[in-house]
Each structure stands twice: as structure tokens, then as C-alpha cells.
């Protein structure tokens, strides 16, 4: 069992025989081909006789490329597309950064900023070199982040803009004279004037305060703009109580671009929510970049505009010009009374009414935001995308919008490792790609505060294992920098790195990197992930409903994400808008059932406001239809009593609690006032998993339908990247149900090699499955369940194993196969119900090699910014230790080879095998043995079925491992790396093979 796994990642033979399982099952099959039957393509493409073992280009990872602007040479460019596209990966998002760079000047935006001749030039050279060599090319709207356009400047129409106030606190009865009130915060730079929108006066009411608000009576609220003349004003203040004379200016922002300037002119956030501002991104794309030898490579290579996270940055409360126009339309009332309970102050509430009516006046005013944020930029931009033959990817996520919404509206959503807090974000964006149709979830990965040059592929895996779960299935790695920039050092230019005199943000991956020896293991490995989680159709088995369509918040769905998915349940989020969509039907109990076709509806309160069983009168009417249409419903809250979540207009919390009653008097529709009865009440209503587990677990999974199989991808993984304690080892078992009915078998698919075999041992009854899963921290698997033969193996119909006291049975050429690591009679059961009884011949001990011969190749900064130098070294060592423990190899960095023999018996058959279980390694690694490459290997679970390299009599097994470089930075550039410690990296084992013996049923 897993539970003999030792601190230094050793294990009894039996535990390595159950973790191999995978590995050995794939091994099985050898060189026969895994995929020769049609499966449907991803991504578009489609099907081909290796789709699973050889992804196309166009799901596999991509890197985000860091451009210093324009500062770049064709020749450079077309070599780093190549380095990427050798390396087995699919494509780039080019992005101006250069965080890095502390002296601006030095990068000449004059002549090579971003959106110059030779910024165009390098793009042309980009496009020219990946169209030769396959790969798909995106690029951002504009330099870093949040988009913004040059020439732009902060007072123009297309510019982001602010509301900020002033305050002026009055005695009852005392007069006020002199200028308006200033703002309290003063402009950004290059902010040159500011326009007055309105002057009021509200009495203070003590008891509607909080910590940080000041209290205000709404009812005393009175409109003073009419009394201002020449910017000046008179007002005496009634004598009872005390009061507060408030001020509102609309300026502009100032806000630039991350890390700039990036251009000249400067360029200037655009304002997100109106035409102005996203016309002013088009037109300079349009009238200043768009050559036409551009515009032809841009559609031929049918790439993305990218958009990053909107980070807008305001003194005051985000705003556009016609903000007050577009909230009385939306809701029916002018905004302008209510600006005290929305005004900020460096993102900070001022002024508060009551709490309910405060909570509605927010709700109304960022459903107005929201509405124009997805109206005027994402949807035009993507129309606008459309019209050069392109999409838009982006991240809708940074303001208080809905992203559930946006993600439906988007070509391509994407989230962030580094910015959501758990699964249950990504999750938001997947309700929204699945209800509108598209196929893409992407992610930008693995970017690591103060990581830079130490990042393993290990822990890149481990964050995206759950990713992949919950809906993810395109990787954007962060990333890729361009070769050299001024002050950049060895091993080249990062750009993030140094950051702030620190080691920065992520990675900067290549072939500066030893580990990028074998990154084509990993990006195999990812591809084979996207393919078979864009493939198809996407199951999930609960919609949650969620009144705010936030993302990016760490908030979950209750039951669901602390209950229901360790049990195996899947779940999504639907925003209102969602339910508008023409797949928003209910068919034979299932909602949007030619999509994720979910089985039930959850709905509780809202947690952004303050967990409040809201719901607008329209959702609750859409509701009502489709639980008339026969679609089941959890209700968790006080519903009956459900309030709207903005401003109700006259009777409409009447009329949305007449709809409510409706709703809950319906057989098909159960309210409970716990969280912990969720769980029966879909058990009472017939709803259950498609994923079952005995008892809670840390498996996590994902299902996809296509014609020709269910594909379900299962991690052991966490909820989400900071959760204590770490996952453990599982090893249960695991009921997965099949749409396809009876007839199908399951296979395992190995991501790492590409293989297909057939699962020897399991047990079926009517449409489900169950198979024994046992998976290491963060290790993942797939399993498709499909007809007899699907993957082109001679064992589609043969019988299988249905329990066995062998450690193992699989199919290998051979047929149905026992496998155990102690010779002994086994019995196995047979699906046809008979037993056999099967024989295995002695087994050796496992073996613990107790010298090895090291060779390290260890790196140094060579005589130009990206010139490596290595210095080898030749050790001999009778115990594995980290480099940081070996006195020669403390601060090292690079390649290591790790060389042992071992000494098998005369005995030795063909009947026997061993796995390789190599213990703790760091970071990249492969094996040969007696000169053969094994082939890739499981980074999480390094253990390697070695059996068909094997001989008797003497064999040499050499392990190849690849270091990050922190421990020689540490030591070459000591002002940024010296405050990290060594870090344990190399072979540490304890290495052991351990043999098995089996033979065909």
C-alpha cells in the first residue's frame, strides 16, 4: 500500500509494483501503436491513426514570449520559434514586457518601441518562421498590461477614466462657503484637468457606519450641483444632526502600461468600458500597424489578440462618461443618488447607507459596469478579431465584472496559476466556455513569485494537475524570454528578472535551462493532456448558480467544494446571462444537454453579498422554466424569503416570491437550510455523480464525451496551490460511468509514452466501471472507456480479470497477464466466472545499487550574456545525496549522469521484469539501461518499468538528470540569488530496482 512510502520516497516491493501499474501496463504493449482507430480530433483538426500518441500542433503548450518592445532582431526571432517548435511545442503569445530593465532608456522606444518598424518586422519574422514549422502565434492588444494604446493621453475621450470625491463635514445649521470641495486624491501624472459632475449634501446616520464607512440617511441625500457658480458654493446645513458635503470629479486615470514606457509617444490605458476606448485600440492596429503583408500573415496563421488580466488602477471608483446614462437605463433609476455607497477611495468604501439597500446599489452599479466591460471591450474586440481572420483570448477577470459571462462571450477564456486562489475560479470561467459552445480553457502557468531559475517542471505539474480538472485544457507557460536586452546578464534576458532587485515572477524556460534536455518529455506529456480534454464534449454533473459572476475570488460553491468533490462529484457556475443562451434547454432531466448536460441546479446565497438568498426576478423565471421542463434543483437558504440582489422596483419582491413559491412547490425542485443536506437531497432526487469513490479523497477529475469513448482524467491533486496539509498518496477504487452503454472496455492512456492498453483487472456492472486507482501526489491518469479494440490492441475481447491476490493483472501481447513480485501460485477470476490458478518462478530481491559512477556537467556564465560554459566533473558515490550535499557539487547547476551496475541471476528468464523506482530526483531525468533509452518517464512518479531492457548476468543503468540553475546564480550573481538557500536538486533515491515475475493466463 501507498502508506509504506518513506520519507525519502522509498517503498516496500509490493507498494512499487501497485505505483508502476501505469507505467507497466503502457510498457506492456511495446512498440505497438496506440491510437489505430479514428478518434475525433481537437482543436479542429481531425482524426489520425496516432491522434493520442502524437498531438497535433495546435494543442499543444504554448509559451508567452517576452519581447523587450521592439528591440529585437529577425534573424534572433526565427531561432527562438525554432528552439520552441523542436522542443514539441505549439505555439507563442508575443508580449512587450520587460519588467527586468530598470533604466527605460537604454530599450529606445523612439525607434524600437513597442508597435515600431522593427517591433513589426520582428512580429513579420515570427509569423514567417512558425507558419514553416506549424506553430499558432497570438499576440497582445497592445504593450504589457492593461491595454493601452501610444498617442493616447490621460484627458482624451478613449482614455481610462476615475470618479473621485471630495468631502467637506458640516455642523447642523452651519454654512459652508468657498470652492467646491477638492478630490481627496490628487491626479497621476499627465492628468491635466478635471470635470465636475455633481455636488450633494447627506445628513451622517451613525448607525448605518461601519469599521471603515461613514454612515449616511439616503433619504436626506440632496442634489446641490445647481448651486455651484463660478466653482464655488454657498450652503448652510439644517440644523439637525451632522452633515457631509460631498464632491465628484470625472478625470482621467493616468494609468500606463506595466513597466513602461513602452513606446513614444507614451501609451495610456484605454477606457474599458466605452466605445471610445476600444475604437482607439482598433484604430491603431488598423491605421498605424496593419501592413498589409501583416494583415495577410495574421490571418494565415489564424492566431489570437491576447488580452491579460485587468489590472485598472484608480485613485477612485473606475468610471466611463456615460456611466450614469447606461445605470438609469439598466435599472430604471439615476445613478447620482446613490454615488455616496459606490464612491472609493483607493479602493476603499467611504459611505454606507443601510445595509441592505447599500448592498443592492453596489449589485446594480457593478451590473452596469459588467454590462458595458463585456458589451463595448470584449465583444467588440472579438468581432473586430474576427474580422482579420483571428479570435480573442483573454483573462476577463480583475474587475468586479462577470467573468462567467465573459467567458461565454470569448473565443478563448483564460485564468492564471498565479492569481486564482482555487479550483472553483477556473471553474467560473468553464460554466461560461461550455454553456456558449467553445472548446478552449486556457491557463497561464506557473508563474511563481521569487521562483525565476528556480522553477521545477515538477511543481509546474503539481499546480496543473487540478487546473486540468477543473476545466483547463490549453497551457500558456509564463514563460519564454527573448535571448539578450540591455542589463540583462547570464544565462540572457529575463523579464521578470531580476525584479525589484529580487528573484522575479516565474521562469524564463530554454535552452538556457538544462532541464530543457528533456522538456520534450513534458511537452508531450501536456499535449496528450489537451488533446484528450478537448476532445469532445465536456460533462460536469452540477450547475451552481451564482448571482455575481466574479472570478479569480477563491470562493467556491458550498457542499460541493469541501464534500462533494472529494466523493467525485464535478460541478460548474452559471451566471444569469448564461441562461439566456440558446443551449440553456433541459432535455430528458439534463441542462444543455448537447453540452455539459448537467443533471441538476444548486443555487444558495450570494457570498459577495454577505451570503443573501438573492436572485432577480428574471433568473428566478428562467428558473421556473427549467424546472418545469423537468430539470432537478437544490435550493440551500431561506428562498421563500429570497430578496433581489439590486434596487427592487415597486412589487417586484412580491413578484419574484410569488415565482419562488412556484418553483419550490415542485416535485423536482428541494430547499434545505443546511449544507450538509445537499448531498441527500440530490440522492432523494435520483441525481447522482458520474465519478464515484468509496470514501473522501483528494482525486479529482474530469470528464469528456465523444462518439467513440468517455475519456476521464483523474488527479491526485489539491483544491488549490496553498492548502495544508500536503495531498497524501491514494489507492482505492474508483466507479466511472460510461454513456456509451455495456459494451465498452476500459483503457489506460499513458500521457508520458502516448501508449493504450487495455485494463486487465476490473469489475463492471450495467453502465459503470470500477478499476483500482493508485496515483502519488499530483500524478495523473486517464482512463477512456470505449469499444472492444478502439485503440488498435489484439486484446479489445478478450476476457478480463474481475479480482485476483496477484499484485497485478494486465494485458500485454501476450494476452491477459498475472504479475507479482514473490513467486507463488495466484488465483484470478475471470469476467466469464471461472478461476485460474497461475504459477510464478522465484523472484530476486530488490535490488539497491550501492555505488555510482557521476559525471556533471556543471554550467557557468561563457563569455556573452548567453553563452554557457561547463566544467565536468567526475565523482564516485557510495551513498545518493543532493548536490547541495556534496561538497564538490554545493553550488551547481546543469547535467548529471548517474551510471550503476547490476548484477542479475543465471535465472533470470523472459519471464521476468523489474521496475526502476528511483526515489527523490530532481528535476528532468531519463534512463537508459544497458545502453536503451527507456523512454519518458513519469516526472511525479519516477518509477520505470525497465523488465523488457533487462539480462541476465551484469546490466548498466545510467540516469540522466537536469538541475533549475538557483544554485549557480546564487553563486555568479550573488545581488539577486544570494538570499535564497541551496536548493536539493540531483539523484537523492534511494534508487531500487525491484523485480517481478508474470506470465499470460
Not at 396 to 402: E, F
Not at 475 to 483: K, N, P, R
Not at 749 to 758: C, I, P, S, Y
Request: charged residues 20%; glycine residues 10%; hydrophobic residues 40%.
Amino acid at each position: 500500500m501507498y502508506e509504506s512510502v518513506s520519507q525519502r520516497g522509498g517503498m516496500s516491493r509490493r507498494t512499487v509494483l501497485a505505483a508502476a501499474v501505469t507505467v507497466g501496463a503502457a510498457a506492456a504493449l511495446g512498440a505497438a501503436s496506440p491510437g489505430a482507430a479514428a478518434l475525433p480530433g481537437a482543436g479542429g483538426t481531425g482524426p489520425t491513426a496516432d491522434w493520442f500518441a502524437a498531438p497535433d500542433r495546435s494543442v499543444r503548450p504554448k509559451f508567452r514570449w517576452w519581447w523587450p518592445d521592439g528591440l529585437v532582431d529577425t534573424d534572433e526571432i526565427a531561432r527562438e520559434i525554432d528552439q520552441i517548435a523542436d522542443a514539441g511545442f505549439g505555439g507563442v503569445e508575443i508580449a512587450a514586457v520587460h519588467h527586468s530593465i530598470r533604466d527605460k532608456s537604454l530599450l529606445d522606444t523612439a525607434r524600437h518601441g513597442w508597435g515600431s518598424r522593427p517591433w513589426r518586422d520582428g512580429v513579420e519574422a515570427a509569423l514567417r518562421r512558425a507558419a514553416r514549422r506549424g506553430l499558432t502565434v497570438d499576440i497582445t492588444l497592445g504593450p504589457s498590461w492593461p491595454v493601452a494604446v501610444p498617442g493616447v493621453t490621460p484627458d482624451d475621450e478613449a482614455a481610462a477614466k476615475e470618479l473621485v470625491h471630495g468631502r467637506v463635514s458640516l455642523a447642523g445649521g452651519a454654512t459652508y462657503r468657498g470652492p467646491v470641495p477638492p478630490p481627496v486624491r490628487e491626479a497621476a501624472h499627465g492628468v491635466t484637468g478635471a470635470r465636475l459632475l455633481a455636488v450633494q449634501a447627506a445628513r451622517v446616520e451613525a448607525a448605518h457606519s461601519t469599521r471603515k464607512e461613514t454612515g449616511l440617511d439616503p433619504d436626506s441625500v440632496r442634489d446641490l450641483t445647481a448651486d455651484v457658480t463660478d466653482g464655488a458654493l454657498t450652503w448652510t446645513a439644517p440644523a439637525e444632526g451632522e452633515w457631509v458635503l460631498l464632491s465628484y470629479w470625472q478625470r482621467g486615470s493616468g494609468q500606463q502600461p506595466e513597466s513602461g514606457p513602452h513606446s513614444a509617444p507614451a501609451a495610456y490605458v484605454v477606457d474599458h468600458l466605452s466605445q471610445a476606448g476600444t475604437t482607439a485600440v482598433t484604430d491603431l492596429w488598423e491605421r498605424r500597424i496593419l501592413t498589409d503583408s501583416l494583415r495577410r500573415l495574421l490571418a494565415a496563421a489564424g492566431g489570437a489578440f491576447f488580452e491579460d488580466s485587468v489590472e485598472m488602477e484608480t485613485e477612485g471608483l473606475l468610471w466611463t462618461e456615460r456611466l450614469p446614462e447606461e445605470f438609469e437605463k439598466r435599472t430604471g433609476r439615476p445613478l447620482l443618488p446613490h454615488l455616496p455607497a459606490v464612491v472609493l477611495d483607493d479602493s476603499n468604501q467611504v459611505f454606507a447607507f443601510d445595509a441592505q439597500l447599500t448592498r443592492q446599489i453596489r449589485h446594480d452599479f457593478w451590473a452596469t459596469v459588467s454590462d458595458l466591460f463585456n458589451r463595448h471591450h470584449l465583444r467588440a474586440l472579438r468581432d473586430w478579431a474576427h474580422t482579420l481572420d483571428m479570435t480573442l483570448r483573454s483573462q476577463p477577470y480583475g474587475l468586479q465584472t462577470d467573468a462567467i459571462q465573459s467567458a461565454a462571450i470569448l473565443d478563448i477564456a483564460e485564468g492564471e496559476s498565479l492569481g486564482f486562489k482555487n479550483l472553483d475560479d477556473y471553474r467560473c470561467l468553464a460554466g461560461g466556455r461550455d454553456m456558449a459552445g467553445h472548446t478552449v480553457l486556457s491557463c497561464e502557468s506557473g508563474a511563481y513569485n521569487g521562483s525565476a531559475y528556480s522553477t521545477t517542471w515538477d511543481r509546474v505539474l503539481r499546480t496543473m494537475g487540478g487546473a486540468y480538472a477543473a476545466g483547463v485544457n490549453q497551457t500558456v507557460l509564463h514563460g519564454f524570454s527573448y535571448a539578450k536586452a540591455p542589463e540583462a546578464q547570464w544565462p540572457g534576458f529575463a523579464a521578470f528578472s531580476p525584479y525589484n532587485g529580487t528573484p522575479g515572477y516565474g521562469e524564463s524556460w530554454g535552452p538556457r535551462q538544462p532541464t530543457w534536455r528533456h522538456v520534450e518529455d513534458i511537452s508531450g506529456y501536456l499535449g496528450r493532456v489537451h488533446q484528450v480534454l478537448q476532445a469532445g464534449t465536456v460533462r460536469a454533473d452540477v450547475a451552481v448558480y451564482r448571482q455575481t459572476g466574479y472570478t479569480a475570488t477563491g470562493i467556491g460553491a458550498s457542499w460541493f467544494t469541501s464534500t462533494g468533490v472529494p466523493l467525485g462529484w464535478t460541478h460548474q457556475f452559471l451566471s444569469g446571462p448564461l441562461l439566456d443562451l440558446p443551449s440553456a434547454k433541459v432535455s430528458g432531466g439534463r441542462l444543455a444537454p448537447d453540452g455539459p448536460a448537467y443533471k441538476a441546479l444548486f443555487v444558495e446565497g450570494d457570498f459577495f453579498y454577505g451570503s443573501t438568498p438573492t436572485l432577480a426576478l428574471a433568473d428566478a423565471r428562467k428558473l421556473l422554466r427549467l424546472a418545469e421542463a423537468g430539470l432537478p434543483m437544490v435550493l440551500l437558504g431561506a428562498f421563500d424569503q429570497a430578496l433581489t440582489p439590486g434596487v427592487p422596483a415597486s412589487g417586484e419582491t412580491e413578484r419574484l416570491r410569488e415565482v419562488l413559491t412556484r418553483l419550490l412547490a415542485l416535485s423536482n425542485v428541494v430547499r434545505v437550510t443546511e449544507k450538509a443536506a445537499v448531498g441527500d437531497a440530490l440522492t432523494a432526487l435520483g441525481v447522482s455523480p458520474d465519478t464515484r469513490y468509496a470514501s473522501s479523497s483528494t482525486l479529482l477529475n474530469a470528464h469528456r464525451v465523444t462518439e467513440e469513448a468517455d475519456f476521464y482524467y483523474l488527479c491526485n491533486g489539491k483544491h488549490a496551490e496553498t492548502v495544508k496539509p500536503p495531498v497524501a498518496a491514494i489507492d482505492h477504487d474508483v466507479t466511472l460511468r460510461c454513456t456509451r452503454g455495456r459494451r465498452s472496455v476500459p483503457y489506460l492512456l499513458d500521457a508520458w509514452t502516448g501508449k493504450a492498453v487495455r485494463v486487465g483487472r476490473y469489475t463492471q456492472k450495467g453502465d459503470e466501471i470500477t478499476l483500482r486507482v493508485a496515483l502519488r501526489p499530483g500524478q495523473t491518469m486517464i482512463v477512456a472507456l470505449g469499444r472492444p479494440g478502439l485503440f488498435g490492441d489484439r486484446n479489445g475481447a478478450r476476457p478480463h480479470a474481475v479480482s485476483s491476490d496477484a499484485d497485478d493483472v494486465l494485458f500485454t501481447r501476450d494476452g491477459l497477464t498475472v504479475r507479482a513480485g514473490t513467486a507463488g501460485t495466484y488465483r484470478t477470476r475471470l469476467s466469464q466466472g471461472r478461476t485460474v490458478t497461475t504459477t510464478l518462478p522465484s523472484v530476486p530481491a530488490a535490488i539497491e545499487p550501492d555505488r555510482w559512477d557521476v559525471q556533471v556537467e556543471d554550467w557557468f556564465p561563457g563569455s556573452d550574456v548567453t553563452r554557457t560554459e561547463t566544467v565536468r566533473r567526475n565523482l564516485v558515490l557510495d551513498t545518493l545525496l543532493p548536490w547541495s550535499r556534496i561538497p564538490e557539487l554545493a553550488d551547481s547547476a546543469g547535467i548529471g549522469r548517474y551510471r550503476t551496475t547490476v548484477v542479475l541471476p543465471d535465472d533470470w528468464t523472459s519471464s521476468h521484469g523489474a521496475f526502476l523506482d528511483l526515489g527523490q530526483v530532481s528535476d528532468t531525468f531519463r534512463v537508459t539501461v544497458n545502453g536503451r533509452d527507456a523512454g519518458p518517464a513519469d516526472r511525479l512518479c519516477p518509477v520505470i518499468d525497465v523488465g523488457p531492457l533487462l539480462r541476465r548476468g551484469e546490466n548498466t543503468i545510467e540516469v540522466e538528470v537536469a538541475t533549475p540553475l538557483v544554485n549557480r546564480l546564487r553563486t555568479t550573481r550573488p545581488e539577486v540569488f544570494g538570499s535564497l538557500a541551496r536548493q536539493d536538486h540531483g539523484l537523492v533515491g534511494p534508487v531500487r530496482l525491484v523485480p517481478y515475475a508474470q506470465t499470460a493466463i
